[in-house]
């Protein structure tokens, strides 16, 4: 018969605490019975919810949220108002491994940690405390006195005997060559160098601003940004502030700030004009092909649907070049949520791809 153990984790880096979990489902010794202990916030002065609490629910593990401050060497403020918190989570934390009785908690570090590590303590449950980094971080440090092993990522140069090098937890994901995104990029990475951006599991916002700024020097390119939900939540608020704060009257002035708004986002600096801005002739194709007479123009673009109205004759006759968009068969890009498909605007490939969506455009 399998005997039964209940474990609780706790930590802010999730990475190798999904990995933990993956295995220990998969263990046929021992039936876990897996709890999770995290933020229901990303820190105390966000409403942001935290990667833990939408990461861990969805692996079929319970989830606590407990109220957590921090020492924050950034912000006197922000500590002193973290400073109830940090009572109310221990406090939170002891009733609920209490209530649990785990036979042991694994701590993935950060600080909402602590204060179930010291709770921990004082009810006897042994724990482990793993730091990712090379170096021990503040929580980690903290932890230490009440933690019975400190499980270290990379060796020390000094270590306490209660310090052991057990290495990194990899998701098994990372070697998947089988997924999509992997096929997606399985032959351009042979073609062109491939660079890897990321700075903990939440991405960095000076990081992603910097990346930004240099990627029209990153030219012939494959870039993986991996990042946290701002570059989403800024282009949200964009779009929202267009669709929900329009004023104008007419769908062609809609059209053109989202036209705009698509261009500054991808960096296209094309100058726009209004057909108005011409004396128009009557019929459709002539007014085309007048606008492109009047503007020096050897090509036209056009989307698929104006073949059923347009004159080609007119613009062959003129020596304009007419050529007609595909926008079926292009190459699939990252989906944050359900399957690929084809028939999307452009804004699905910015709030899929973000930064890096100029680079998928330029790629075909």
């Known amino acids: 018969m399998i005997k039964t153990r209940r ?116 009810l006897g449950i042994k724990s482990i405390t793993h730091e990712q980094t090379k170096t021990k971080s503040l929580s980690t440090r903290l932890s230490a006195p009440f933690s019975k092993f400190i499980a270290l990522s990379f060796p020390l140069k000094k270590r306490s005997p209660k310090e052991i090098v057990t290495g990194n937890l990899l998701r098994r994901d990372i070697f998947d060559s089988s997924s999509k995104n992997f096929n997606f990029l399985k032959f351009k990475i042979k073609k062109y160098p491939l660079i890897f951006v990321t700075a903990g599991n939440q991405g960095s916002f000076h990081l992603n601003e910097n990346i930004k700024e240099i990627l029209p020097q990153l030219k012939d390119t494959i870039i993986i940004h991996q990042c946290g939900p701002n570059d989403f939540n800024e282009y949200k608020k964009l779009f929202e502030e267009l669709y929900l704060n329009n004023k104008e009257e007419y769908l062609s002035k809609v059209n053109y700030n989202f036209l705009k708004a698509v261009c500054e986002i991808l960096g296209i600096k094309t100058k726009m004009i209004w057909s108005e801005e011409f004396n128009l002739l009557e019929e459709k194709t002539e007014r085309l092909v007048d606008i492109c007479k009047k503007r020096g123009a050897t090509d036209y673009y056009s989307g698929p649907a104006a073949k059923a109205y347009m004159n080609e004759e007119l613009f062959e006759k003129e020596n304009i070049k007419v050529h007609y968009f595909d926008y079926s068969g292009y190459p699939e890009y990252n989906q944050l949520h359900g399957e690929f498909t084809h028939e999307v605007s452009i804004i699905d490939l910015i709030f899929n791809e973000g930064p890096n969506s100029t680079k998928f455009m330029k790629s075909f």
Do not use: M
């Not at 990475?15 to 010794?29: G, M, R, S």
């Not at 609490?53 to 969805?58: A, D, L, Q, Y």
């Open 7 to 122: 474990l609780v984790l706790t930590g802010t880096h999730t990475t190798p605490a999904v990995e933990l979990i993956n295995q220990l489902q998969q263990d046929t010794e021992f039936n876990w019975k897996i709890y999770y202990i995290g933020r229901r916030c990303n820190s105390c002065t966000s409403t942001q919810a935290s990667i833990e609490s939408k990461t861990i629910p969805s692996l079929k593990v319970k989830f606590y949220s407990i109220p957590c401050g921090k020492f924050d060497r950034r912000s006197f403020f922000n500590t002193i108002r973290g400073i109830p918190q940090i009572f109310t989570g221990f406090i939170s934390a002891y009733q609920i491994l209490k209530e649990i009785q785990p036979w042991a908690i694994v701590s993935f570090g950060g600080y909402v940690s602590v204060p179930v590590i010291f709770a921990a303590w004082l």
